[in-house]
């Protein structure tokens, strides 16, 4: 052997434990989704979404900003059809790399918010006609923000990711809370605390790529 190969073990233990830290660093960035991934496009989805939701059916059938009324849900629907597949490609992406458990994992994951999404859709679409727009409207954002918030715990649980799954239970709550409080204040409440909310807790949240301690 070469004495003077580059590839020899490191004599000093301090630059062996340096190494292995880089090497878990990257091995880190390379598998773990970064939760924020999962939170930036619901939230960007949400205040837009509700926000024009609310500034065409205020509380009490109040109208904010004139525009059609097909608008606010559409764009709403559209932006959370996005958010799904984003999340979706992002689980899959993070652990494509592995096989076994993880690699399933990632794959039934991504597949669940497709699959309860296009239920979702298929459903409500054949009975919300019958109900006045703004009941409609409420049926659809309420049912889809609680799948959103169902799957975001179910992703907590599935990485024990625990800031994900006081996501999911957030979600969940002001999403109760807003269907009780009726149409108008529903699109208020995930607007602000939702998707404004998702937004700012951002700027706190790990990005849950770091190695392991």
Known sequence: MDPNNEERPPADPAESLRLIREQQVFAARQLNPDLRTFIWPWGVA???GFGLEFLR??????????????LPLAVLLILLAGAAVLTSVVSRRGY????GDSARRAGWYGAA????YATVAVTLSRVSNDLPIEQANLLWAGVTTGV?????MAGGAIWLARNLFRLGIWITVINIVGVLAGPGWHALIL???GGGGMLL???FVPSGREAPE
């Open 57 to 70: 059916f205020g509380p009490d059938g109040r109208v904010f900003v004139p525009m059609p009324t097909w």
């Open 96 to 99: 494509g790399q592995t096989a």
């Open 46 to 48: 949400w205040l837009v």
């Open 113 to 116: 918010w497709g699959l309860g």
């Open 148 to 152: 959103a918030g169902i799957l975001q």
């Open 201 to 203: 807790a951002t700027a």
């Open 191 to 193: 607007g602000l605390l």
